[in-house]
């Protein structure tokens, strides 16, 4: 218990950096999985094909893998230094690996949602005369990312706990601050898993009871 | 294709969609095309590199650390089906006593991330268990909680019907759910216990936080030892993803077969008023 009380501040940093890489990779998921869910609804084949083969490749492989690779890969294609508000640039690639894995779930999430808009809708607005833009945007989107809530939200807290991979590639977020605490104070670990399971069970549970919130506030009746 | 969002398109929407898939399919050529070329040119595909690979003691890495990654996940799976088997029948116990347990242990396994559970399990218990039973432990702990609110959904999708004539034929509370709960419940849930392989395959990556050698753990060696990452890890993740990827046509096949059947048989079986997405329910873990 005392060491989870001397090193309270650096395990305050570390559910700092787990907050923020949940913050950023959330958003940059939702956007680029609902862009992915486009095209896998889109009239046009091979943008179909591209979402497709996007789901299958980066939903089957392990997160840490998407990682090591972002960490790799960035530098290699000229991202040297992208260090975002103060965090550091292995940060920013750890943000943007979680952010290509996660973004497929969302997709997936996007297309049944889409999926569970009744044909009807559809047919009614085409029958008014609106494009497949006009459509989408204004009569299928706003009834699928309802429909989509309760599955975004078990993705979310997916990714609220798969931040704690990116410990492996060293950033040294609440994960990483168990690993350390964990060496260095041996006779401790109990009370040091504890306390960093109580974290993120509190992140878990008020991620799901916010969106809970969100999913009663835009209810409307159907 | 989904009808909910165009009608059949005629010729002239036909068109536009071959000339936008052209369109598409360059663009995505060019970009794929560009990442490979700048790879190249920062050498990631040096002919060196590729001699280093071809060397047999790379392939008989790659292979241990596969049967290291297949054995845990198999381990893994069967442990987890057995307890998320009694977390459910204790979750769905008529007694307080189980239930309560059962609710707190699922939740909060749950909740915490799988990664401080292995390091929990190994660091915890570094005298008990090797890096191989720490990983599978923290494996079967988080998968069993999963699998126990999977087959509760399962049992509960059973229509009542089925219970209410077994309780009426004079069956006790055991031989309800032991000879006619379960036995529909599984085949409902099988796609499901499948999707979950695909997860705890995949999670078994994690192993390498306590440095357990699977694949991932050789690919990083290898990696380290011929001086390019994006190669080796490339090719773990292949290897991954052609197994998860049939596992999951399995599911889904398994899946419209119990659906078809459901719907051929006397009454059906209720497998169509579960929504066990095969899109695996603990999305992105």
């Known amino acids: 218990m005392d060491t989870l009380v001397e090193n309270r501040a650096e395990i305050w940093e570390g559910f700092r950096l787990t907050l923020w890489m949940l913050l950023v990779s959330g958003i940059l998921a939702t956007v680029l999985g609902t862009v992915l869910a486009s095209f896998r609804v889109s009239p046009v084949g091979s943008l179909r094909a591209i979402g497709t083969s996007y789901v299958n490749v980066f939903r089957n492989t392990p997160l840490v893998i998407i990682l090591v690779l972002s960490a790799a890969f960035w530098p290699t294609v000229g991202l040297n230094s992208i260090g975002v508000l103060g965090y550091s640039t292995f940060v920013t690639f750890a943000v943007l690996g979680l952010s290509v894995y996660t973004a497929a779930f969302v997709c997936e999430a996007v297309r049944s949602g889409i999926n569970s808009v009744a044909t009807g809708q559809a047919e009614a607005a085409r029958s008014v005369g609106m494009t497949f833009t006009q459509s989408l945007r204004l009569v299928i989107l706003p009834q699928a990312l309802r429909a989509v809530i309760p599955p975004l939200t078990s993705i979310y807290i997916a990714l609220a706990k798969n931040t704690s991979v990116a410990a492996i590639v060293g950033v040294p977020e609440a994960a990483y601050v168990m690993r350390r605490l964990s060496n260095k104070f041996t006779s401790d670990v109990y009370a040091i898993f504890l306390g960093i399971a109580l974290g993120y069970v509190i992140i878990v549970l008020v991620l799901s009871g916010l969106l809970q919130l969100a999913e009663r506030r835009l209810a409307v009746a159907r | ?285």
Request: charged residues 15%; proline residues 4%.
């Open chain 2, 1 to 285: 294709m989904s009808a909910v969002l165009f009608d059949v398109p005629g010729p002239q929407a036909q068109r536009r969609a071959r000339i936008g898939a052209a369109v598409a399919a360059v663009l995505a050529t060019v970009l794929v095309g560009l990442v490979l070329w700048k790879l190249a040119a920062e050498g990631e595909f040096e002919s060196e590199l590729w001699e280093d690979l071809r060397q047999p003691n790379i392939a008989r890495a790659i292979g241990q650390g596969l049967t290291s990654t297949l054995s845990a996940a198999a381990s893994a799976i069967v442990l987890s089906v057995a307890f998320g088997a009694v977390l459910a029948v204790a979750r769905l116990s008529d007694h307080r006593v189980f239930r309560i347990p059962a609710v707190i242990v699922i939740e909060f396994f749950r909740a915490v991330p799988l990664l401080l559970l292995i390091m929990f399990v190994f660091f915890g218990f570094s005298n008990l268990f090797s890096d191989y039973w720490s990983l599978v432990l923290a494996l079967m702990l988080y998968n069993g909680s999963v699998l126990a609110e999977v087959f509760r959904a399962g049992v509960n999708a059973v229509p009542r019907g089925q219970s209410e004539a077994a309780y009426a034929i004079g069956m006790r509370k055991s031989q309800v759910m032991g000879s006619v709960l379960l036995p529909q419940a599984v085949t409902i849930m099988l796609p499901a216990i499948i999707s979950q392989c695909v997860v705890v395959l995949k999670d078994t990556a994690l192993g390498v936080i306590i440095a357990y050698g699977d694949l991932v753990f050789q690919a990083n060696l290898i990696a380290e030892s011929v001086n390019h990452t994006i190669v080796p890890l490339a090719l773990a993740a292949l290897i991954f993803i052609v197994i998860n990827y049939s596992l999951s046509r399995l599911a889904t096949w398994l899946e419209r077969r119990f659906a078809e059947r459901g719907r051929g048989g006397a009454g059906g079986t209720g497998t169509a008023d579960l929504q066990l997405d095969p899109v695996r329910g603990g999305a992105g873990d």
